[in-house]
């Protein structure tokens, strides 16, 4: 089967369930405006802070589409939003807790957006202020706190050095020139000077270097309009959850109801093919042609004529119709008609009967080999075009149902094979008067 089948059922199956399907679709909105209504607002604040070298050799990193070359900018995004820097804030505010801020990284920049979401539009902006002080803060006391620790070290290292020249100079005076021992001396000595000389020049390129740890570009301001709850995010949301839901339950349920109310419905839920549909006004010529399509598919010569449901009959007040039609139709009020039957032609009555009830009657046929030719279809919801069934008692030929019923009386002396079938007229509904 073709995908384009597949989505003809698919379409074909909630175009049946329209209206579940909307209900679901009305229900999902309305709550997503319910909860939109029931949430309390929410106001976003940022703040934009300019992200420099702090003064320090900082590691290698490949230059990206969102870091330069000397800056990480996405460990810097971490550390501005760490617990660390959160409760910098939070003491710089006399608070006990802030809400969480949410640092993004704009593409081909080295700009942070520290964004703090609160109940009220002011705290948002404090707090978004707060997180981006406490962040420069912490990078400036993290860069002067290395600083000082290579300082250290590179003091420690220079006096290791000016150690090893006072004992190489006390050697080089203790050894007689031109010996091995005094060129070796004094080659040791030239190195320690000039290590000496370049921890010197480090160390004095820690102790000016200038500590800039960033600034802020654009202070937070309180902001005028809440950011959420957002009216296309709950109602679209809603609307897609109804729908969703609306869809499964279309499916489950059309699963679920075995009522037949199409022809369509007769066809696939019960296999048998429908040889006319007169649940709609009738075109000329449908009954004409049901009837050869009748005489075409009985194998035999008695037809049996089952309707379901049973209180389905057509007015006895029919129109001759001009078909010759070599069947003996049985209505099923002889006791022996069933026993005679050569096929059978069921009259389905859309929307009263189930495709349980139809597959009972079929197996009931089947147990005495009644072969079913086809159904028709008819219905009860425009009067009068419903064809029902009114079996007469004392008919020799019965009738022949095709859209509703074919009616034929065989004459005294007239061959069966030349009795007239009579069509359908405008029915009534049972209980008026014919």
Aim: charged residues 15%.
């Amino acid at each position: 089967m073709s995908s384009g089948t597949d989505l003809d059922e698919h379409l074909s199956l909630l175009r049946r369930r329209w209206l579940l399907l909307v209900g679901c679709v009305v229900f999902g909105g309305t709550a997503g405006l319910a909860l939109m209504r029931l949430t309390p607002p929410a106001y976003t604040a940022t703040t934009q802070v300019l992200v420099m070298p702090a003064g320090l050799q900082e590691p290698g990193n490949p230059v990206t589409s969102r870091q330069r070359e000397p800056l990480n900018l996405d460990t810097e995004a971490q550390v501005a939003q760490s617990a660390v820097v959160a409760a910098r804030a939070a003491r710089a505010l006399g608070a006990a807790a802030l809400e969480p801020a949410e640092v993004t990284v704009p593409p081909n920049s080295a700009v942070l957006w520290i964004s703090v979401t609160a109940p009220a539009p002011t705290a948002a902006a404090e707090q978004s202020g707060a997180y981006a002080t406490a962040y420069l803060a912490n990078r400036r006391e993290s860069a002067l706190t290395a600083m000082a620790e290579q300082q250290e070290a590179v003091l420690s290292k220079l006096k290791q050095v000016n150690a090893g020249i006072d004992v190489v100079i006390k050697e080089l005076d203790r050894l007689p020139r031109g010996t091995p021992g005094h060129a070796i001396a004094t080659q040791r000595q030239g190195v320690l000077n000039r290590q000496a000389a370049s921890l010197a020049l480090k160390y004095d390129a820690l102790r000016t270097v200038a500590v800039t740890p960033g600034s802020v570009i654009s202070q937070a301001t309180p902001p005028a309009a809440p950011s959420s709850p957002s009216l296309p995010l709950h109602l679209g949301t809603g609307l897609m959850a109804g729908l969703l839901a609306g869809s499964a339950a279309a499916y489950v349920r059309d699963r679920l109801d075995r009522r037949l109310r199409t022809a369509a419905d007769v066809e696939r839920l019960t296999g048998l093919p429908v040889l006319s549909d007169l649940s709609s006004p009738r075109e000329h010529g449908v009954l004409h042609d049901l009837a050869c399509a009748v005489v075409s598919a009985c194998p035999g010569k008695r037809l049996l004529v089952r309707a379901l449901p049973a209180d389905l009959y057509a007015s006895s007040l029919a129109e001759p119709l001009a078909v010759s039609a070599p069947l003996i139709v049985l209505d099923g009020t002889d006791v022996r008609d069933l026993a005679r039957a050569d096929a059978a032609l069921l009259l389905v009555g859309l929307r009263l009967v189930t495709a349980d009830q139809v597959a009972n009657t079929v197996q009931q046929l089947a147990r005495h080999d009644v072969p079913i030719i086809g159904v028709v279809t008819a219905t009860d919801a425009v009067p009068s075009f419903v064809p029902l069934l009114e079996p007469r008692a004392h008919t020799s030929l019965g009738k022949l149902v095709a859209s509703g019923e074919l009616t034929g009386e065989l004459e005294s002396g007239v061959s069966a094979e030349t009795t007239p079938m009579q069509a359908l007229h405008h029915p009534r509904r049972p209980g008026q008067p014919t």
